[in-house]
C-alpha cells in the first residue's frame, strides 16, 4: 500500500512540475531610430556617464534618454551623417568619429 502511494505521489510531482516549468519567452521591443530611413545601419552604440544612450549610424547620430530621441545630423550639427565611434571625456563632452575621418565634439547636455 505504501509504495503505490509513493509511486501516485511520484507522478503527481512529475506532472506538478513539468506542468509548472516553463521556459520564458524574452520581451522584446522595437525601436525607429529614424522614420522612413531604409538603409540605416547601427555602426556603434554608447551609453555615457548619464545613462544615455547614443547609436552613431550611416544617416547621423541619436540620443535616447528612455523616452524620446533627439537626432544630431548634418543639418544640425555634424560635418558627417555616418559615425562610427562614440566616447566620452572627464567633462562629460561626447567625442564622435565619422566614416569620413572627422572627429566632432558635443556637450552632453
Known amino acids: ?8 505521489l511520484m507522478n503527481l510531482l512529475t506532472i506538478f512540475f513539468c506542468i ?3 521556459a520564458q519567452s ?3 521591443k522595437n525601436y525607429n531610430l ?5 538603409s540605416l545601419t547601427v555602426n556603434t552604440i554608447f551609453q555615457d556617464k548619464k545613462g544615455y544612450i547614443w547609436y552613431g549610424t550611416s544617416e547621423g547620430l541619436f540620443r535616447y534618454n528612455g523616452i524620446n530621441y533627439k537626432t544630431y545630423t548634418t543639418e544640425n550639427q555634424l560635418p558627417d ?3 562610427t565611434a562614440i566616447n566620452q571625456d572627464i567633462e562629460n ?3 564622435i568619429g565619422h566614416k569620413s575621418g572627422k572627429i566632432s565634439i558635443l ?3
Not at 1 to 8: D, G, N, T
Not at 34 to 38: R, S, V
Open 20 to 22: 509548472g516549468i516553463r
Open 107 to 109: 556637450k552632453n547636455d
Open 1 to 8: 500500500m505504501q509504495s503505490l502511494i509513493k509511486i501516485v
Open 26 to 28: 524574452p520581451h522584446f
Open 81 to 83: 551623417n555616418n559615425i
Open 93 to 95: 563632452n561626447i567625442w
Open 34 to 38: 529614424a522614420k522612413g530611413k531604409k
